[in-house]
């Protein structure tokens, strides 16, 4: 870009870089419990449907339908009780 008066102006860039961490509170013993993930192979926290919600800020319903898509591991209790794994949710 030039001036009037024939200087050349030049373009300052400046890049921002933000890093964020995330911090999940469970206030009941309810919504987790120990479990072991036959897909991840290994021992994991393991959640209940309304936590799993909670944890990744979407409906009970969006927790449902990618369990059932298969994009989230689980586990079902005798009761029938549907047990989402911690680290497949949050991967």
């Known amino acids: 870009m030039d001036t009037e008066d024939g ?6 860039i400046t890049k921002f870089t933000v890093e964020t ?3 999940l509170i469970f206030r009941s013993r309810r919504d987790k419990q ?4 036959a897909v991840c192979g290994a021992e994991a926290e393991m959640l209940t449907v309304d936590g799993a919600a909670r944890a990744a800020g979407v409906s009970e319903l969006a ?5 059932e898509a298969g994009s989230l591991h689980f586990i079902e ?4 009780r549907l047990f989402v794994c911690l680290t497949s949710l949050l991967g």
């Open 77 to 80: 209790d005798a009761e029938g």
């Open 34 to 37: 120990a479990g072991w993930c």
């Open 63 to 67: 927790i449902w339908r990618r369990a």
């Open 7 to 12: 200087m050349k102006m030049r373009k300052r």
């Open 21 to 23: 961490e995330r911090t």
